[in-house]
């Protein structure tokens, strides 16, 4: 998966899918998002669940953790390591999602420049993104290093053509189960392993290259180019 995604539609169109019963603790505001070209570092809209209901807040999209300041912070996590390795140990019990609207990849055009493409469901719903981080819990201050990473699997059929890695994306009941506090963690280990939507459910499509500057951003930049 490479750096960059959209996030546009308001926080309400993305829990309204999820039926959540619980109050919605909303951080961040009734306005549509608007980010149509999110980059690494951007703050984003992140979903975890907490026994007052489900809390919406902005988080950086990035984390390390406080041994690794040699390295840059890693925006996603390989779904193969995540649950046992040493690098997200800390931030493994801290399940989240991000909500997106599509994500961006690119291929090489064959002219010495890239080609980006855009990857959205082909029932234009929300796309949930299963995530861990490092974020304020109950009554615990933000931090400066808080932040998040998306977990990412191999692709599989067409989606392999335009890159090897997308987001584990889990359906509804799947979204509720995952951020769950009480689900176990073997059994979260389980659901992104093995139960993230498939290549079949997405659509993809050229771009204008225009999305390759982060400060470009506009409903335009997700319209399809012949």
Not at 119 to 131: E, K, L, M, V
Request: aromatic residues 8%; contains cysteine; hydrophobic residues 40%.
């Amino acid at each position: 998966m490479c750096g960059r995604l959209s996030q546009y539609r308001g926080i309400h169109d993305f829990v309204a899918v999820l039926s959540i019963p619980d109050v919605l603790i909303n951080h961040i505001g009734d306005q549509p998002l608007a980010h149509y070209n999110a980059a690494p570092t951007t703050q984003l809209a992140l979903l975890h669940l907490e026994d007052d209901g489900v809390h919406a807040d902005l988080q950086r999209w990035g984390w390390r953790p406080q041994w690794a300041k040699d390295r840059a912070a890693p925006i996603n996590a390989r779904v193969e390591k995540v649950a046992h390795g040493p690098f997200f140990r800390a931030i493994w019990p801290h399940r989240a999602i991000c909500p997106v609207d599509n994500w961006f990849e690119w291929v090489d055009a064959g002219d010495g420049t890239r080609q980006p493409w855009l990857i959205r469901r082909r029932d234009r719903g929300p796309i949930f993104c299963a995530a861990i981080g490092q974020f304020p819990i109950g009554s615990a201050m933000p931090r400066d290093d808080d932040g998040f990473v998306i977990i990412t699997a191999d692709s599989a059929g067409g989606m392999v053509d335009i890159h090897d890695r997308r987001p584990v994306v889990l359906s509804a009941e799947l979204t509720r189960e995952w951020l769950d506090p009480a689900t176990p963690r073997e059994r979260a280990e389980q659901m992104v392993l093995l139960q993230g939507d498939d290549s079949d459910v997405f659509e993809w499509y050229r771009v204008s290259k225009a999305v390759g500057n982060a400060r470009n951003q506009g409903a335009e930049l997700i319209e399809a180019i012949t």
